[in-house]
């Protein structure tokens, strides 16, 4: 049971990843006004640009949130979260990972789908 879940978590974080990387997908920057990163993937050096996405996994009992925070440069997660209610807390949490692993970076850009998660006030005093 707890290896098929890790496979279930593993999935999902891949599911997130590529779901941030579809072409439908219209990431927009949170909190900069004017400032846009015109799909322009192509980041030079690491913690320039960080992108944030929620997805949902089944535990077999009832729905987890994952959070999850990518490197543009590195393209692998560098902050994630799970949760069993989908808020700004959640996400929080995330990104805290994030800024904690890579030595509490400055300058860097943060870009999501704009979800309530990402617009609530707690997680803009995070950011």
Not at 7 to 22: D, E
Not at 71 to 84: E, H, N, Q, T, V
């Amino acid at each position: 049971m707890r290896c098929e879940l890790k496979q279930i978590i593993r999935f999902r974080i891949i599911y997130a990843i590529a779901k941030l990387w579809c072409c439908h997908i219209n990431l927009r920057l949170v909190l900069l006004k004017k400032l846009h990163l015109e799909r322009q993937f192509a980041v030079t050096a690491p913690n320039q640009v960080w992108v944030g996405d929620v997805t949902y996994v089944w535990t077999g009992n009832r729905w987890a949130y994952l959070a999850v925070v990518l490197d543009l440069f590195a393209r692998k997660p560098i902050g994630w979260a799970m949760s069993f209610s989908p808020d700004s807390q959640l996400t929080s949490k995330a990104l805290k990972m994030a800024y904690e692993s890579r030595g509490k970076p400055t300058g860097m850009m943060f870009h999501s789908d704009q979800g309530t998660h990402y617009t609530s006030r707690k997680f803009r005093q995070t950011l």
